[in-house]
């Protein structure tokens, strides 16, 4: 997700749009990128911390976002 | 996140690039998009129901995009 103290357009321009379409309840809106990594076998703690490390080195860019979350889910 | 179906150029160029960088665990990825709307006050089920459907209607594109998960997190 984009830092806190990063400006966010996108986010700006949906929580502008909601009240128009009807959607009342939400006071802000930020965007960021979600990414599904596929894992053949069983998901170990290497294989995490590999992912946690492509989260915070490949897939985010650290100067403008934080990770927020790494997870696993099974399919 | 794109269907199933859809391709995912983005993701594509990811799982390419991660054994080139020494991530060698990860055999797909697929990129799509996270949003985080925040609610003044309390998140009944009345406003868990308007962001399921902005989420399904606005934020993403029922053409290409599955709706993964909505959920409340504590700020």
């Known amino acids: ?3 806190p103290e990063i400006l966010d ?11 128009r379409l ?5 006071s802000g809106v ?7 990594l596929t894992v ?3 998901v170990n703690d290497a294989v ?5 490390e492509a989260a915070e080195t490949l897939l985010s860019n650290p100067v403008i976002e934080d990770v927020v979350n ?3 889910v099974e399919d």
Chains 1, 2 share one sequence.
């Open 48 to 52: 995490l911390a590999q992912a946690r």
């Open 70 to 72: 790494v997870q696993v």
């Open 40 to 42: 053949d076998g069983e």
């Open 1 to 3: 997700m984009p830092k």
């Open 22 to 26: 009807g959607f009342d309840a939400f």
């Open 30 to 36: 930020r965007q960021g990128k979600r990414f599904e």
């Open 9 to 19: 357009p996108q986010g700006k321009a949906i929580v502008g749009a909601l009240p």
